[in-house]
């Protein structure tokens, strides 16, 4: 029921605006035409070979990035932190040469071309996101996470290091980017990712974790947070 009333509130909002236009949240300004088109350069020489010449994520490697679950939470300076600074840990590196002193990777311009070009994926309206302090307990949420998630994120939540997941859920770098409100709405964002290559254009993603209640959820974050490494 209460997917079918979400649904039909994005077709009534959906209408109600012009043509292609996406209701962004303030920190999600989207770029200018030819910021977007220099970032889709960039994307296609740099980053589409993890990530899919069109966002759609390579199984066991990288994840998707046109996700909407994904950009619909996602602030600009989330991805401009993730694209720039990395996440140590992974296969995906810090990418700003300029931030970090490197002969490899982008200038700040190019990072922020970047990100303004995934943000033109974005159709999904912008979500409110819920910051208010985390209520989880420790030891539920150890057992929600080892129960549920760790056979894809992996005990220590290292992502393909151990598992399957694409992403690595349990990295300092991750949680430091991530507010409780982005990791409570990206929850349930999560995919088998061995069907990940048949799948094009990817559907609905599994509802698999929303079965949670706020509390267990709470939980689970509450735990990956005392144990980020
Ligand atoms: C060598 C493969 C590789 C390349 C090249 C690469 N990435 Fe990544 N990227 C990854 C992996 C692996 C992750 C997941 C890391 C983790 O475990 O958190 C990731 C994560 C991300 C995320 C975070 C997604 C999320 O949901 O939290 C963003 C955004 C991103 N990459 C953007 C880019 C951009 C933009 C480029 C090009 C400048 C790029 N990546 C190049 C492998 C790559
Ligand atoms: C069937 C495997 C699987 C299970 C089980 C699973 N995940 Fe995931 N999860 C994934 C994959 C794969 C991704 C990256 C998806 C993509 O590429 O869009 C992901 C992404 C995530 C993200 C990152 C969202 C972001 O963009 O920053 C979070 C947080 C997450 N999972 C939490 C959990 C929690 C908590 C559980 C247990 C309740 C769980 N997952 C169970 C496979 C799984």
Redesign the pocket.
């Known amino acids: 029921m209460r997917r079918h009333a979400f649904v039909l509130g994005t077709v009534l909002l959906a209408a109600s605006l012009p043509a292609g236009a996406t209701e962004y949240r303030p920190d999600q300004a989207p770029g200018t035409p030819a910021t977007v088109e220099a970032g889709a350069k960039?994307?296609a020489d740099?980053?589409s070979?993890?990530?899919g010449t069109g966002g759609e994520g390579t199984a066991q490697?990288?994840?998707r990035?046109h996700d909407q679950k994904?950009l619909s939470a996602a602030s600009n300076a989330f991805?401009e932190a993730?694209?720039g600074k990395g996440?140590p840990g992974?296969?995906?590196m810090a990418?700003d040469k300029e931030a970090t002193h490197t002969d490899i990777g982008?200038t700040t311009e190019q990072v922020d071309q970047?990100v303004a070009f995934?943000r033109s994926w974005q159709t999904a309206p912008g979500v409110a996101l819920d910051e208010s302090p985390l209520k989880g307990d420790l030891a539920k949420g150890e057992q929600v996470y080892t129960t549920d998630c760790q056979q894809c994120h992996g005990p220590r939540g290292s992502?393909?290091a151990e598992a399957k997941a694409?992403?690595?859920i349990g990295?300092k770098a991750?949680l430091t980017a991530a507010t409780d409100g982005y990791l409570r709405a990206v929850w349930g964002r999560c995919i088998d990712t061995r069907k990940m290559e048949k799948l094009a254009p990817l559907p609905e993603v599994s509802d698999y974790p929303l079965n949670y209640s706020a509390a267990d959820r709470d939980s689970v974050l509450t735990w990956l947070r005392k144990n980020a490494w």
Request: net charge positive.
């Open positions: 960039v994307f740099t980053c070979k993890c990530h490697w990288a994840p990035l994904f991805l993730t694209v996440r992974s296969n995906m990418w982008l970047v995934l992502g393909v694409t992403i690595g990295h991750y």
